[in-house]
């Protein structure tokens, strides 16, 4: 170790290439360069409060935050003609997570269970469509089940 960082990492007034930490400690170049290439980037999107709102693919859940937001914006399942309340509904991803969907505010709204589901197991049966700057709604446009006729 140089004679201008003490033991603890901390710098005495000369500059070395590498970074300054807010806690006063020294990272040297050469753990920035390890760091760089075995570690991972996330993406976070705040509020100006702080909270966190979109995560990108770090995680599949919406945050707490998140899902304040989400209910704000919707009052009952983004499916057409579902009168569920959202706040009784899952959050959902608009692209499904399993094709690359990011838990982004912009790519999440609540849907039902059975909507939820069913979406998934036929996605064919689901149009989507964009409703004003942040919202999304899906119309469902697949078979309508039969009505049981009554034998006398």
């Known amino acids: ?23 006063g400690q020294f990272l040297p170049v050469t753990d920035i360069h390890r760091l760089a290439s075995t570690s ?18 770090t995680v599949r859940r919406a945050t707490r935050t998140q899902r304040r937001a989400i209910l704000a914006r919707y009052t009952t399942c983004m499916v057409d003609d579902c009168h569920l309340p959202a706040h009784l ?4 991803h608009v692209q499904n997570w399993s094709d690359a969907g990011a838990t982004d505010l912009d790519n999440l709204g609540p849907t039902c269970q059975f909507h939820n589901r069913d979406r998934y197991q036929h996605p064919d049966r689901y ?6 700057d942040n919202r999304w709604a899906f119309t469902y446009i697949g078979p309508r089940p039969g009505r049981l006729s009554r034998v006398d």
């Open 127 to 132: 149009q989507l469509r964009r409703v004003g």
């Open 89 to 92: 509904c899952q959050i959902d």
């Open 1 to 23: 170790m140089s004679d201008w960082v003490t033991p603890g990492g901390l710098i005495s007034g000369r500059t070395l290439p590498g970074l300054l930490l807010a806690t």
């Open 40 to 57: 991972s980037l996330t993406r976070l999107v705040m509020n100006a409060e702080g909270q966190v709102l979109d995560v990108g693919r």
